[in-house]
């Protein structure tokens, strides 16, 4: 285990829980991103919000009046769509490339997992971490110009919730990968960075059964 990201999930352990493993990871090629329906709005930055603080109330009305939110907005929701259609075919070429990457709707375990790890609003990689009592995953919610990263936790699940930590799964080729499959049946598919962790991660994660 690496021993930054190790001390990145010891700092969220509860009184007297016990870390097994954790590992760094990127989610795989072809996890869908969520729509933007179930996403919640961002937090605009502090500055931000000063500014707004000194913009006439009509006028920040108007600034989040529904034209202006894709969620509420037909012409909006439109244009949205327009701009994810390149992601769309990007998923499309990422799963004839490299199989299936997910499994379940975004009511089921992964899909929460997906929904969580995007309202986060961090950077690409993040930290994955079991512990005797629960999973949970993390992220750099830090600006791009600070050097020392900030963690948040945007997710968890208790130890039951995940029926199997799988590396190297069948009929893929990604080095590094990872299922995580969850009890109701659905799975998304992770990378470990480095991609040499991801065996000795999931096998920790198994023996602690």
């Known amino acids: 285990m690496n021993q930054a990201t190790r001390e990145q999930a010891q700092h969220?352990?509860?009184q007297d829980e016990r870390l097994v493993a954790a590992c760094a990871y990127e989610l795989g090629p072809g996890v869908p991103y969520p729509p933007e329906s179930l996403l919640a709005p961002p937090e605009p930055p502090a500055l931000s919000r000063r500014i707004e603080a000194r913009i006439p109330r009509p006028l920040r009305q108007f600034v989040h009046a529904k034209a202006l939110d894709p969620r509420l907005s037909r012409p909006a929701a439109a244009a949205d769509g327009v701009d994810r259609l390149p992601d769309a075919v990007d998923a499309l070429g990422s799963r004839l490339l490299h199989g299936k990457s997910m499994e379940g709707g975004w009511?089921?375990?992964a899909g929460r997992f997906l929904v969580s790890r995007a309202n986060a609003r961090g950077s690409v990689g993040?930290?994955?971490?079991v512990t005797d009592r629960r999973w949970f995953a993390l992220t750099d919610v830090s600006p791009l110009w600070r050097s020392t990263p900030v963690m948040r936790q945007y997710w968890e699940v208790p130890r039951q919730a995940v029926s199997a930590l799988r590396a190297g799964p069948r009929g893929v080729?990604?080095?590094g990968r990872m299922d995580i499959e969850f009890t109701d049946g659905s799975w998304v598919a992770v990378l470990a960075s480095p991609a040499s962790a991801a065996r000795?991660?999931?096998?920790a994660s198994v023996h602690h059964r």
């Open 200 to 203: 000795p991660f999931a096998e």
């Open 107 to 109: 009511e089921s375990e």
């Open 173 to 175: 080729v990604q080095k």
């Open 126 to 129: 993040g930290v994955l971490a």
């Open 12 to 14: 969220f352990l509860r």
